[in-house]
């Protein structure tokens, strides 16, 4: 099992940066990736990016260039660092691990499974 909780989130004027945190703890070793979703009122929750562990990631193409998303492994963390925040990325950010399960006499893959944190707001206003 994996827990997760965010934090850094809070209020920025347009144009501005903030750095979510995403600290998780539990069965560390089985995490494969960890990303960030954000989900803002009356709209589904998406996908802003993700993080494999040996560092490979994508992005939200229209967030290319403004987001940055990095992981430290040693300290079970994942970063969102978000720069030139405008209004539209206003939400509710979560953070999710994917833990692979494997079984059976071969140890073969079987499913993914989710773990989400509790979200951080964010809002972007003058």
């Known amino acids: 099992q994996v827990q997760l909780v965010e934090s850094g989130g809070g209020l920025v004027q347009p144009g501005g940066s903030l750095r979510l945190s995403c600290a998780a703890s539990?069965?560390?070793?089985?995490?494969?990736?960890m990303g960030w979703y954000r989900q803002a009122p009356g709209k589904q929750r998406d996908l802003v990016a993700r993080?494999?562990?040996?560092?490979?990631?994508n992005y939200l193409d229209s967030l290319k260039g403004r987001f940055t998303i990095s992981r430290d492994n040693a300290k079970n963390t994942v970063y969102l660092q978000m720069n030139s925040l405008r209004s539209e990325d206003t939400a509710v950010y979560y953070c999710?691990?994917?833990?692979?399960?494997?079984?059976?006499?071969?140890?073969?893959?079987?499913?993914?499974?989710?773990?989400w944190g509790q979200g951080t707001q964010v809002t972007v206003s003058s």
């Open positions: 993080i494999t562990r040996t560092g490979s990631t």
């Open positions: 539990g069965t560390m070793s089985s995490i494969s990736v």
């Open positions: 999710k691990a994917e833990i692979p399960v494997y079984g059976g006499p071969y140890g073969s893959y079987r499913r993914t499974d989710d773990y």
